[in-house]
């Protein structure tokens, strides 16, 4: 079992997870996880009345309950629509990942922790070979305890020594259009998650099948948007000039604590859009010209939708890293795994 602590870690690789926001110490790992699902099943998440229902069942989509909110539930408790991710986690990670990758990027939100699950069960059954170590590059506070509750190695974005690239990451996705454009943020992640894709030799999607849509904003209608605080009225102002006057800082339920913070103390926007065009249609916005229109405001730090080139097509074109997944997995009702995969390798 590969279970390590900070104890056993480089120092170097301590000191970038132990240093706390002067703005904002790291709050206890339950009450964070409230937060997480607080925003999005009350606030955000255009999932939160979402039944699935047949002729003879209705079954309520609910948020898993866990002792430890970093570990997988109980694989016989799971409802059927976090049994569809766990279906897909397991079979992303058994087509994208082997035991002789040295850097690994684990993303953010409640699909992903099936993912790590998914790596554990891989490395346990297939253990690298002595002294070779994995190392997992979180992509935020959550994604950090998720890897550490599995036993599994982190090491911070900035620990990576200087040339490396990430085989892989896996991380979720709020919505995916039929060109694997995704919408992303929706649990308040989304810097880090794109600093870590376009550190990655390819990003792999996993999700469930309410995610699969043919064009962005359909079920999930807003664009998540990091801002810097101070700015946040000025970009609030702007996006309405471009399209989106109803675009709102996102604020916690329980009004005076104010708006979210991300992990890096910015506050999150949520801009609605009309259904996004892809790069087939003939019109305004578009996935690219928006997602750029949008980082060009002063004040946005970071974008949530990830766009334009996938690890493949970068790689081709002399680059590194790309936005797009090269594969998006989704896990079905019917418990199937559909696989929508990039161009490049089909
Ligand atoms: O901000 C959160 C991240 O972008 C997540 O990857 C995204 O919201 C999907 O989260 P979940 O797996 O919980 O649906």
């Not at 964070?32 to 998440?45: A, E």
């Not at 991710?85 to 992903?112: D, W």
């Not at 019109?283 to 690219?288: A, P, T, Y």
Request: glycine content about 6%; overall charge neutral.
């Amino acid at each position: 079992m590969h279970r390590h602590t900070f104890a056993s870690l480089p120092s170097h690789t301590t000191r970038a997870f132990t240093s706390t926001t002067p703005h904002r110490p790291p709050p206890p790992p339950h009450k964070y996880w409230l937060n997480i699902t607080s925003t999005r099943s009350t606030l955000h998440s255009p999932y939160r009345h979402l039944s699935t229902t047949t002729t003879t069942t209705t079954t309520t989509i609910s948020t898993p309950t866990m002792s430890d909110p970093h570990k997988p539930p109980n694989p016989s408790t799971l409802d059927p629509i976090e049994s569809a991710k766990r279906k897909a986690a397991f079979r992303a990670v058994e087509e994208h990942f082997n035991s002789s990758m040295r850097f690994v990027g684990i993303g953010s939100g409640s699909t992903i922790v099936y993912g790590v699950e998914a790596i554990a069960a891989h490395l346990k059954a297939h253990p690298p070979p002595q002294p070779y170590q994995n190392w997992f590059v979180p992509t935020g506070w959550n994604s950090r305890k998720v890897i550490e509750a599995a036993g599994l190695l982190p090491i911070a974005f900035d620990s990576l020594p200087g040339d490396a690239m990430l085989e892989v990451c896996f991380d979720g996705a709020d919505e995916v259009d039929e060109e694997l454009n995704c919408i992303k943020g929706g649990g308040a992640c989304l810097f880090q998650e794109k600093l870590v894709a376009c550190r990655s030799k390819k990003f792999v999607c996993i999700a469930d099948y309410r995610k699969d849509q043919k064009r962005l904003c359909t079920k999930w209608k807003t664009v998540p948007i990091e801002v810097a605080p101070i700015a946040h009225a000025s970009v609030l102002r702007e996006l309405k000039l471009i399209g989106s006057p109803d675009a709102a800082l996102r604020e916690h339920a329980l009004a005076k604590t104010g708006p979210i913070q991300t992990d890096q103390s910015f506050y999150i926007i949520d801009a609605p859009f009309k259904q996004l065009l892809t790069s087939m249609d003939d019109g305004v916005w578009d996935v690219d010209s928006l997602a750029k229109r949008i980082k060009s405001i002063n004040g946005v730090l970071e974008v949530g939708l990830f766009h334009g080139m996938n690890g493949y097509q970068t790689q081709k074109a002399g680059l590194q890293g790309g936005q797009k997944p090269v594969a998006v997995y989704f896990g079905l009702e019917d418990g199937e795994v559909l696989v929508r995969k990039a161009d490049e390798i089909e």
